[in-house]
């Protein structure tokens, strides 16, 4: 009975294990997701009107690459 128990053990380690093998984007995936449509922000002209909005609100500009607010405290 105890052999019986560590070969189910070994066995559900082993697929736990293996459960992660399949984590990332494969090569031929890429393609489509790095098509417009799958930006954050696909319209630029929809990205220029919320950097205006930002920078009016926060008297700052850029900061789209780090976080932090426009007091520069962060």
């Known amino acids: 009975m105890m052999k019986l128990q560590r070969i189910v053990l070994l066995l559900l380690i082993g697929l736990l294990i293996s459960g992660c093998s399949s984590w ?10 790095a098509a417009d449509k ?17 920078f009016s609100k926060e008297g ?15």
């Open 24 to 33: 990332g984007v494969k090569p031929w995936e890429r393609d489509l997701l």
């Open 38 to 54: 799958m930006q954050l922000i696909s319209e630029p002209v929809e990205m220029g009107l919320d950097d205006h909005i930002y």
């Open 60 to 74: 700052s500009s850029g900061g789209r690459s780090f976080g932090g607010g426009g007091c520069g405290c962060n």
